[in-house]
């Protein structure tokens, strides 16, 4: 016979502050990866698990802002994922709008500088003009910079810099022999901002899927096996507490 109580007790973590680690990174980048999983063993519709997926990502935006740490990137929607059904495709569109009419006040308000990386021209007018308003209207914002990959592709990121730089090139602007690795990175989206220190996929699969090729270089990367809609703050905190015992090289002998 079994005794005690019919569920088990869910003791829920306090989310962890700043000083509770031993170093945070400054750069976090998340493969928000799940969703269709999540929907699927709970017998819900994708979208769903799409939208259940977005209440994930107000709380841990909420918390990397609680952290103060400096940037956080947040992969979408990829080139790639064109090829799901439309419904899917149409289903993730219109949160794109419903995350940003949600979210944007707060965001603004708490000081958070929005960057949209991808190619935004072949995104629907409405997302287009919603994703343009938001990078504006949080341009001067000092606080964390959330960089938000939307049509994004790492590879499609890469060409494009090495558009940019023959442009100038033939333009006779610049001597194609004198490139840096720096002028390289200030054609990327993320121009200005520091690598990628810590990324995280959830869902258990362990891919880059084309992001960040370039930007992860020398990132540390986690896998959590929780699905996206089921990812919380201590699964959060967890992943950087094991970011904070790593010993990163980068080549040397430290
Ligand atoms: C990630 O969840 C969200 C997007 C790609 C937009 P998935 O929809 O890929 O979830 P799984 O991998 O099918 O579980
Ligand atoms: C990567 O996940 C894209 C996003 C999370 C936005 P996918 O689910 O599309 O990647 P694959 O197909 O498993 O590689
Ligand atoms: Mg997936």
Redesign the pocket.
């Known amino acids: 016979m079994q005794l005690g109580l019919p569920h088990p007790i869910k003791i829920k973590k306090s989310p962890k502050k700043a000083e509770d680690f031993t170093r945070l990174p400054e750069h976090v980048a998340i493969i928000?990866?799940?969703?269709?999983?999540?929907a699927?063993n709970h017998h819900y519709s994708?979208s769903k698990?799409?939208k259940q997926?977005t209440e994930t990502l107000r709380e841990i935006i909420r918390h990397t802002d609680d952290l103060g740490i400096h940037s956080l990137s947040l992969y979408?929607?990829?080139t790639e994922?064109w090829s799901r059904p439309v419904e899917e495709v149409n289903a993730?569109m219109q949160l794109i709008l419903d995350f940003f009419a949600s979210e944007i006040d707060e965001l603004d308000a708490k000081n958070v500088r929005i960057r949209i990386l991808g190619d935004k021209s072949r995104l629907p007018e409405k997302q287009r003009t919603t994703l343009v308003l938001a990078e504006e209207r949080t341009a001067h914002n000092t606080g964390l910079n959330l960089n938000i990959a939307i049509n994004y592709g790492g590879r499609a990121e890469i060409v494009r810099a090495a558009q940019i730089l023959a442009l100038r090139a033939q333009r006779g602007e610049l001597d194609p022999r004198t490139i840096t690795e720096e002028d390289f990175s200030n054609c990327l989206y993320t121009a200005g901002q520091s690598d990628v220190d810590l990324l995280i996929r959830t869902?258990g699969?362990m891919r880059l899927s084309n992001f960040f090729l370039y930007q992860c270089a020398y990132a540390e990367f986690t896998f959590p096996k929780v699905?996206?809609p089921d990812f919380t703050i201590a699964d959060y905190d967890s992943a950087l507490e094991s970011f904070s015992g790593r010993q990163r090289r980068f080549g040397g002998r430290q």
């Open positions: 928000m990866d799940g969703n269709g999983r999540w699927k994708v698990g799409h997926g979408a929607f990829s994922n993730l869902s699969e699905l996206w």
